[in-house]
């Protein structure tokens, strides 16, 4: 689809030579643009500021995805079909006058000496507590894939999404956050790209990075965020040791204690990681220290499968689904879970290249009548139409026609 975007009476479209100057005056102005995906109720979009690279974006306003055309760069499947909905406008706090987003975390990212930090939570709560939701550890590893766009897929993505194009786009996605009062880029590390031409300048850069992020200010140390891919999760002298992919001579610390814990609750997420090692990966999101060796110590992890392409699945029934949506070339959102519980009904997928954007549920075995039921009253809510697949009971149906099709 070719976006067209309007201000007043004025139809400009990307290619245009003074994109960039339109955008200017209009961000200079506070003049908010049209998107013409939708000719019968044109959607207001607003301008960015990209600092870094001293460009302008159009950016879709807060809530207002859904309200585009399925095939626009600027739809997003409406938030109650995944996690977001339960979190946006309370733990997710977004102003499109400043373009900053405030995230409210439920986890420390700071410890007082003497004191011990509080112990994991092992699952995200089921209640919402009356001062709003806060992030969890997986919530906002889920927050940063979706706002990295790596919850979507093209295929004209085929082949190029690597472990750089997560890197690039997960610290891209971190830019403008703000969580604890402090910018959540500069709480960040995500291990860079391995280079052998570069060894040593990205070891003297992590080396740096990982000082500043758990520096001491008197009785206080401050905490890092890591971002990562799990290579290998092994044995050590003293406890254990994850390695991550980009960082394979920097292993940081787990102690015994929390090894037990990754094992009881993420014993399917690492069993799946096992059994698809060639065609997945597993990433973990964790907080963690530096002790004065400069050897890190993780303290709390979260951990979520993605397929060889990057996008989460939380079972193999999920798993086989996105396949078959990579294998024929569909185009589609992944739900993500962000707070839910498991337990939680919700879409798995959205597919967007249909007539109307068609909401994917897969009930895995043990399913049961009032589950679909309970999937239909949840979802349908959306006037979306629904696609089922009973996993336990039947070979996956044949997914919805494309747009285009004739069949």
Same mark, same amino acid.
């Given at each position: 689809?070719?976006?067209?975007? $309007?201000?007043?009476?004025?139809?400009?479209?990307?290619?245009?030579?003074?994109?960039?100057?339109?955008?200017?005056?209009?961000?200079?102005?506070?003049?908010?643009?049209?998107?013409?995906?939708?000719?019968?109720?044109?959607?207001? @979009?607003?301008?960015?500021?990209?600092?870094?690279?001293?460009?302008? *974006?159009?950016? &879709?306003?807060?809530?207002?995805?859904?309200?585009?055309?399925?095939?626009?760069?600027?739809?997003?499947?409406?938030?109650?079909?995944?996690?977001?909905? #339960?979190?946006?406008?309370?733990?997710?706090?977004?102003?499109?006058?400043?373009?900053?987003?405030?995230?409210?975390?439920?986890?420390?990212?700071?410890?007082?000496?003497?004191?011990?930090?509080?112990?994991?939570?092992?699952?995200?709560?089921?209640?919402?507590?009356?001062?709003?939701?806060? @992030?969890?550890?997986?919530?906002? @590893?889920?927050?940063?894939?979706?706002?990295?766009?790596?919850?979507?897929?093209?295929?004209?993505?085929?082949?190029?999404?690597?472990?750089?194009?997560?890197?690039?786009?997960? %610290?891209?996605?971190?830019?403008?956050?703000?969580?604890?009062?402090?910018?959540? =880029?500069?709480?960040?590390?995500?291990?860079?790209?391995?280079?052998?031409?570069?060894?040593?300048?990205?070891?003297?850069?992590?080396?740096?990075?990982?000082?500043?992020?758990?520096?001491?200010? =008197?009785?206080?140390?401050?905490?890092?965020?890591?971002?990562?891919?799990?290579? *290998?999760?092994?044995?050590? #002298?003293?406890?254990?040791?994850?390695?991550?992919?980009?960082?394979?001579?920097?292993?940081?610390?787990? %102690?015994?204690?929390?090894?037990? &814990?990754?094992?009881?609750?993420?014993?399917?997420?690492?069993?799946?990681?096992?059994?698809?090692?060639?065609?997945?990966?597993?990433?973990?999101?964790?907080?963690?220290?530096?002790?004065?060796?400069?050897?890190?110590? @993780?303290?709390?992890?979260?951990?979520? %499968?993605?397929?060889?392409?990057?996008?989460?699945? *939380?079972?193999?029934?999920?798993?086989?689904?996105?396949? $078959?949506?990579?294998?024929?070339? $569909?185009?589609?959102?992944?739900?993500?879970?962000?707070?839910?519980?498991?337990?939680?009904?919700?879409?798995?997928?959205?597919?967007?290249?249909?007539?109307?954007?068609?909401?994917?549920?897969?009930?895995?075995?043990?399913?049961?009548? *009032?589950?679909?039921?309970?999937?239909?009253?949840?979802?349908?809510?959306?006037?979306?139409?629904?696609?089922?697949? $009973?996993?336990?009971? #039947?070979?996956?149906?044949?997914?919805?026609?494309?747009?285009?099709? %004739?069949?």
């Amino acid at each position: 689809m070719k976006r067209v975007y $309007r201000i007043g009476s004025r139809e400009f479209y990307p290619g245009d030579e003074d994109f960039q100057q339109i955008l200017a005056h209009a961000y200079a102005n506070g003049t908010r643009p049209l998107c013409g995906c939708n000719r019968i109720s044109p959607v207001e @979009l607003y301008v960015a500021k990209i600092a870094s690279r001293a460009i302008y *974006e159009l950016r &879709r306003m807060p809530k207002a995805g859904s309200k585009h055309a399925s095939d626009c760069d600027h739809y997003e499947p409406p938030p109650g079909l995944s996690g977001l909905a #339960q979190v946006q406008g309370h733990a997710i706090l977004e102003d499109a006058l400043t373009d900053t987003v405030e995230l409210k975390l439920d986890f420390a990212l700071s410890k007082i000496s003497g004191r011990t930090l509080p112990t994991p939570k092992d699952t995200p709560a089921d209640s919402v507590k009356s001062d709003g939701t806060k @992030l969890t550890l997986r919530g906002l @590893l889920h927050y940063l894939w979706h706002t990295a766009g790596l919850d979507k897929w093209y295929p004209a993505m085929q082949g190029k999404r690597t472990y750089g194009t997560m890197y690039k786009y997960i %610290n891209q996605a971190a830019t403008g956050k703000v969580a604890k009062s402090q910018p959540l =880029g500069d709480m960040l590390y995500v291990p860079e790209p391995h280079d052998p031409a570069r060894e040593a300048d990205i070891r003297s850069r992590r080396m740096l990075r990982l000082a500043q992020l758990a520096s001491s200010s =008197g009785t206080t140390t401050r905490l890092g965020l890591v971002v990562g891919e799990l290579y *290998e999760l092994r044995p050590a #002298q003293f406890g254990y040791q994850a390695v991550f992919k980009g960082a394979m001579d920097c292993p940081f610390r787990v %102690n015994e204690d929390l090894y037990k &814990r990754m094992i009881k609750h993420f014993k399917t997420a690492l069993s799946m990681w096992d059994q698809n090692l060639t065609d997945s990966h597993l990433i973990l999101i964790g907080t963690f220290t530096v002790d004065s060796a400069g050897m890190p110590l @993780l303290n709390e992890v979260a951990a979520m %499968n993605v397929t060889q392409n990057w996008i989460p699945f *939380e079972s193999i029934y999920e798993k086989s689904l996105i396949d $078959r949506l990579t294998e024929q070339k $569909r185009v589609f959102w992944k739900c993500l879970r962000f707070n839910l519980p498991i337990s939680a009904h919700m879409a798995n997928a959205v597919l967007t290249d249909t007539s109307v954007a068609t909401a994917l549920c897969v009930l895995p075995p043990g399913g049961t009548e *009032e589950d679909q039921d309970e999937l239909v009253k949840q979802i349908g809510s959306d006037d979306m139409p629904l696609w089922f697949w $009973r996993a336990g009971e #039947q070979e996956m149906p044949e997914l919805p026609k494309k747009a285009d099709s %004739n069949a």
